[in-house]
């Protein structure tokens, strides 16, 4: 790749607070054209219309995907229409008004201290219990927000507790009071076994504190109300959102009312308003300058190219969860072996996402980005208004990330005669790294919307290039199958396990272990 043979611009694009530039890729803007003829992008473009229309695009488990209709108050408000969205004879789109007025109210309630304990005083904690995509959206959600000094100041002091590992839990409740703790239980099947066992605990740690206070505390995020009244909560604090609202695209929801109560409504609506511009802009937008389809062609033509990994770093610390999040929407969503058709694919069907916030990653991995012989793709993202007032530590973050761009695209010391020079090709890095660039105007819920809708839509668009389905993990479900299987063959339980080494790891290192001890 020739850098001085490109038009600089040829590939940026624009929309609301969200810009992207793309001249650091390994095509040209021939290819782009080319796309938008293709046969390629009329199915992207079926399918993106079947998205928003209520058609069946999970064919595995025979659903739509409506997580969009999470965000349809938004844009109602964005495009002045109303519409509809019937799924099995039932409007998601009225539910969701119904479920989002429902929230504020609520919401409102325990913000201004109306909502009380059984002793009648304002509740001071809020405990989050899920896992996946209930957990990993309000944990991003809630690190962005309480850096962002909004103009709400959080009402609760809030816990997290996804993993079954009680370690997470005694350090969560350790840092609450059981009295004052709301606890919010998000499972969309609500059988969720980690987060049903979690609850347990907190159903002992509830009423130790006295019998009164669990009725009052309890409230759940699930598409299965019913199965939450049964398990103990008032049907009056369960907020429902669809079955066909996939877990890890699930954060615009009721999955996130934790959110709301820390951090207000006006925030969180905020943060569906940059969503809705995005879902706008895909509808609207033909594929030259759609920017969740142009990530995606970059994404595919790499892939087809051997680049197989995606290197992902934030140019700002309040991003720091960003990575953990994105690797659950994107790997979990492509993260698959056969097509709709059940034809094996012959390549991964998306790059391994990783990374980490910069200028932290310039000192750890780069080093191998910059010089080894692994094949990756790299995407800074840049906040260019910072929320201080120390204008060189801005300059001097805003310099590396320029700096590292233009580094992975051009290398250093490649010429025939420098690579045959040992005492100086050891300074040698290839270059070519395919880059793109994103750029935030500012970090706020409207534009950390924006972000995350453009990944969910970048995520749609890849699979739909390559006819997959992004919305079923059933790898995910062997894991807890088995699981399940082996509960009574770890200590204290001593049922055999069917398979060899699995019985041989549990004989030695956990029975004979103990007699070790």
């Known amino acids: 790749m020739n850098e001085t043979a490109l038009k600089p611009g040829f590939l940026s694009r ?42 069946v695009v999970n064919p595995t488990e025979n659903r739509p995907a409506s997580h969009w209709a999470l965000r349809s108050t938004a844009h109602t408000e964005q495009t002045g229409q109303s519409a509809q969205l019937m799924i099995n004879g039932r409007d998601e789109l009225v539910l969701v008004r119904q479920v989002q007025n429902h929230m504020e ?11 009380t304990t059984p002793d009648g005083v304002p509740y001071e904690n809020l ?33 997290f507790a996804a993993n079954v590992d009680f370690h997470e839990m005694k350090a969560a409740l350790a840092a609450l009071n059981p009295k004052t703790t709301l606890v919010v239980i998000a499972s969309k099947s609500f059988s969720t076994r980690e987060t049903l066992h979690n609850a347990q605990h907190i159903f002992k740690w509830l009423d130790a504190a006295g019998p009164q206070y669990r009725a009052k505390a309890l409230v759940a995020a ?19 959102f669809s079955e066909s609202v996939g ?6 929801g009721p999955v996130s009312i934790g959110i709301r109560m820390v951090h207000g409504n006006a925030a969180f609506n905020e943060l569906l308003k940059g969503a809705a511009l995005i ?59 056969v097509d709709k058709n059940g034809k094996v694919l012959n390549k991964p069907a998306c790059p391994i996402l990783w990374g980490d916030v910069g200028t932290n990653g310039q000192h750890a991995f780069f080093q191998m980005l910059h010089q080894s012989r692994i094949a990756s793709s790299v995407e800074l993202i840049v906040v260019v208004h910072p929320n201080h007032d120390e204008v060189q530590s801005h300059q001097v973050l805003l310099s590396h990330a320029l700096a590292q761009s233009e580094a992975f695209s051009v290398g250093r010391l490649n010429a025939e005669t420098e ?18 660039m994103v750029f935030l105007d500012s970090l706020t819920p ?24 992004p919305f079923d993990q059933w790898g995910v479900e062997l894991g807890k199958g088995i699981a399940e299987q082996l509960e009574q063959s770890v200590p204290p339980g001593h049922a055999p396990a069917e398979n060899p080494v699995t019985a041989h790891l549990i004989e030695h290192f956990l029975y004979q272990a103990g007699t070790r001890e």
Not at 131 to 157: M, T, W, Y
Not at 302 to 322: C, F, I, K, T, W
Not at 447 to 452: M, N, P, V
């Open 446 to 469: 409207y534009s950390l919307g924006a972000l995350l809708c453009m990944w969910e839509h970048r995520t749609a668009a890849l699979a739909a290039l390559q006819n997959i389905n």
């Open 105 to 115: 109210a609520f919401v409102e309630e325990v913000r201004s201290g109306r909502y």
């Open 419 to 436: 690579l045959n020079n040992p005492e100086i090709n050891f300074r040698s890095c290839p270059g070519k790294r395919p880059v793109q």
């Open 247 to 252: 877990g890890r695209y699930s954060l615009w």
């Open 222 to 240: 699930t598409c299965k109300p019913s199965k939450a009244v049964e398990f103990g909560v008032d049907p009056q604090r369960v907020f429902e």
């Open 279 to 337: 879902d706008q802009h895909v509808r609207e937008s033909e594929a030259s300058q759609c920017i969740p389809t142009l990530l995606a062609m970059s994404d595919l033509y790499n892939l087809e190219h051997g680049v197989a990994s995606l290197m992902l770093s934030p140019y700002d610390s309040r991003l720091s969860l960003l990575s953990p999040y994105l690797q659950q929407l994107w790997m979990e969503s492509l993260g698959k072996g």
């Open 127 to 159: 405990l989050h219990l899920g896992i996946g995509g209930s957990d990993l959206g309000p944990r991003l959600l809630n690190d962005v927000f309480a850096k962002l000094e909004l103009a709400e100041a959080p009402a609760l002091n809030i816990q």
């Open 14 to 55: 624009s929309v609301g607070p969200l810009h992207i530039n793309l001249d650091r890729q390994l095509y040209g803007e021939g290819h782009v054209q080319s796309f938008q003829l293709s046969e390629a992008n009329q199915s992207l473009s079926a399918f993106n219309q079947k998205l928003f229309e209520g058609g």
